[in-house]
């Protein structure tokens, strides 16, 4: 079951006077080729190397064939070769044991292998519903010789392959905060129409900000894709915030723990993404961007303020290109370009290279700025002269223009501004930073708080970009407002009955209570009255409710939010009628269509495949290559690549999907293929293809969920 990649590394390995080392290398389990190479140095720099093939067999041996992963309910057929490697005829007994598994015969099977041949045994199984993973060893016994082995392709620890739900989540949620001394009652009503599978109410009070900001850096610790921004992302509010919590005397070893770790590894692989010219594009293969760079350098900032280590030659490379991406005043015709050269300026201000030329030709401009973009400007200009008569004039435009409600206060763009990731979440969070800064005791600092707590949906904002900056401009109110001297106690109930409390003190500030109610226990057929209760005393108290409900596949029916999606699978022979079936060994082609109605900006596609199938990556040697993909787009292929295939920057092929994104679509029809082949027998579910835009994951579609039959 020990499967690595590589055997053995040692860096250094010394000889002795005759230039002779001897090395001992305990091999793993991988029955394979392994090739071992040495390369050799000496002090007056003569070099030299030699590699060595080593191979590590059994004369008698299981090879497991599986799913790289499963989908519950999922009938599949698995099984494992048996070679014999000896020189006469075993009668061989094989065995599998399965754990997540329904086999649907008898776990042993015994055979005749010829010599130096192979046979295959095979079981037909269903996968249970109520696992999250699969263990399976298969053995074989004969003739005095044995073997046993997990699967190799198993990804989880111990070889468990995943299993995946064959289910769509919905979460619905609310959220507020108590101020003082009062009761809130919140309604929840379940869904009546469908089936719940499984679901969750989850609740949370927190007596701060501090502890109310936990489940937003681990949303953007664990977010799955790995672009240049979430890269960022996923380490700078968390450097902002450790930072915060030190200066105000709070030591938090649970944000500290691993955050070295974190914002070395990121800084590593942003060092290796920075293209020639000093920028980072959204993608490590993409070309510079200037709005990329400019939060890669913001990220590196703070970071080297925050006391890391980072390489300046790779800021002072960053910088050089962001000064080069300043538009002249004379050009800055469209908004979003004015917009963006605010960020840019603010992050040369920020790294102590402030063009105060251009900020302030900029200032003469704001009236046709975003309020964001406004934001940024005036902690420009604060950063290079703080008594800067402009900068109340700044203020003045956030003062007439804060919306007010019973949720709080917040701001709204007159036009959004997506291509530069705006939303007016972002707007609330950017412009509550810049007053913190400068006006820490503004009366819409509070209100503003409240609005984004209040915008949470399951701990976190909408994306990557709310979130981040949500988190720091929620940093920056705590250190300006001294939210660290709470005294009350709070509980919350549930249809009447006590779910639980707690006091609040400077002890207890960043205690989380968490509480978990299943859906089963909730009323159907009337409200469930959710109360959140706390008594006098300094502090503020900040609650979340969220039901996470799955609802099954076959009750969900396809969705447009905003983008229109759809996936079929054709032979390669005959690529006019889709099919749901194939045999074992076929090379099919997926088929990805998206329609925008309207232009869309960084959108992300997940493309689910069945278990049965896995995708071709054609840029492989070992990968079939007797089915040709062209490679530049004529009318006579569009088929093949798809129409609009170019938009598409970054492919990811995982076990489980096919990921695509694309930093722009224009208004129309897009279409996506690539091959896959059957690889296991078996029924298989498929779950839907999503897209969405990633800073706005609102504008969403979801397609139709099917079964795809591979026949042995």
């Not at 649907?104 to 037909?124: D, F, H, M, R």
């Not at 915060?244 to 649970?254: F, R």
């Not at 705590?478 to 106690?489: I, K, L, R, W």
Request: hydrophobic letters at 40%; a negative charge.
């Amino acid at each position: 079951q020990d499967f690595p990649d590589t055997a053995f590394w040692d860096a250094r390995v010394l000889t002795g006077a005759n230039g002779e080392a001897n090395v001992v290398v305990t091999l793993p389990d991988n029955l394979t080729t392994w090739r071992m190479e040495a390369k050799a140095v000496t002090e007056d720099t003569r070099v030299g190397q030699t590699t060595i093939d080593i191979v590590s067999t059994k004369p008698l041996l299981v090879r497991p064939q599986t799913p790289r992963f499963f989908v519950v309910n999922d009938l599949v057929r698995i099984g494992t070769a048996v070679n014999n490697n000896t020189d006469q005829a075993l009668t061989v007994n094989v065995a599998v044991q399965a754990e997540g598994l329904i086999l649907q015969g008898n776990s042993k099977q015994s055979l005749e292998v010829p010599a130096k041949q192979q046979a295959y045994v095979s079981w037909e199984a269903i996968v249970d519903p109520d696992v999250d993973r699969v263990d399976l060893t298969f053995s074989a016994e004969g003739g005095g010789l044995r073997d046993a082995s997990k699967p190799p392709m198993g990804a989880l620890p111990n070889q468990g392959i995943p299993v995946y739900r064959f289910e769509a989540h919905e979460t619905i949620g609310t959220s507020g905060q108590l101020n003082s001394e009062g009761t809130r009652i919140e309604s929840i009503w379940l869904p009546k129409t469908m089936d719940i599978s499984s679901g969750e109410l989850l609740i949370k009070v927190q007596p701060s900000l501090a502890a109310g900001m936990t489940d937003g850096l681990q949303y953007l610790e664990n977010f799955p894709y790995g672009c240049v921004e979430q890269t960022v992302s996923r380490f700078l509010p968390n450097v902002i915030t450790t930072r915060a919590m030190k200066t105000a005397g709070l030591q938090s070893q649970e944000l500290e723990q691993g955050l070295a770790d974190q914002v070395n590894t990121g800084l590593q692989r942003l060092y290796n993404w920075q293209n020639p010219d000093g920028g980072w594009g959204w993608w490590s293969d993409d070309k510079s961007d200037p709005l990329n760079s400019a939060y890669v350098l913001l990220g590196m900032i703070e970071a080297g303020a925050a006391g890391y280590s980072v390489d300046q030659g790779v800021v002072s490379r960053g910088l050089d290109y962001l000064h080069t991406q300043i538009v002249p005043i004379t050009g800055l015709k469209d908004p979003s370009i004015m917009n963006r050269q605010a960020f840019l300026l603010y992050v040369l201000a920020r790294a102590g290279s402030a063009d105060v030329s251009s900020s302030v030709q900029l200032y003469s401009q704001r009236q046709r700025m975003a309020l964001y973009a406004r934001a940024f400007l005036t902690q420009t200009l604060y950063t290079i002269d703080a008594d800067d008569g402009r900068i109340a004039s700044l203020l003045s435009d956030f003062a007439s223009a804060a919306i007010l409600s019973a949720s709080g206060s917040h701001w709204e763009e007159g036009n959004p501004d997506r291509i530069n990731w705006n939303t007016d979440t972002r707007t609330t969070a950017i412009i509550l930073s810049t007053l913190s800064l400068i006006d820490p005791n503004s009366p819409l600092n509070v209100n503003a708080v409240r609005w984004l707590m209040s915008s949470r949906t399951s701990g976190h904002w909408r994306g990557t970009q709310e979130t981040a900056w949500t988190l720091m401009a929620l940093t920056n109110w705590m250190a300006a407002s001294g939210e660290m001297q709470a005294n009350y106690s709070f509980a919350v109930g549930l249809n009447g009955s006590r779910l639980g409390g707690g006091a609040a003190t400077a002890k207890t500030i960043r205690d989380v209570l968490e509480i978990k109610v299943d859906a089963s226990k909730l009323l159907r057929d009337e409200a469930n009255r959710l109360a959140f209760a706390r008594d006098a005393g300094p502090g503020n108290m900040y609650y979340t409710a969220h039901l996470d409900v799955s609802l099954p596949v076959d009750q969900v029916e396809p969705l447009d939010r905003g983008i229109i999606v759809t996936r079929s699978y054709y032979k390669v022979d005959d690529l006019e009628k889709p099919v749901t079936s194939a045999n074992v060994g076929d090379l099919l082609l997926a088929r990805v269509t998206v329609v925008a109605p309207y232009a869309l900006h960084y959108i992300m596609i997940d493309d689910p495949l069945p278990a049965g199938l896995e995708a071709v990556d054609q840029s492989l040697s070992t990968s079939p290559q007797s089915v040709e993909v062209p490679q530049e787009y004529s009318s006579n292929d569009a088929f093949w690549r798809g129409w609009g295939w170019w938009y598409f920057s970054n492919i990811q092929r995982r076990d489980e999907k096919v990921l695509l994104s694309a930093s722009s679509l224009p208004a129309g029809t897009y279409i996506y293929t690539y091959l896959v082949q059957a690889s296991t027998a078996g029924s298989f579910n498929v779950i839907p293809t999503t897209a969405q835009e990633f800073y706005f994951p609102e504008v969403y579609g979801r397609g139709a969920g099917s079964t795809f039959v591979v026949e042995p």
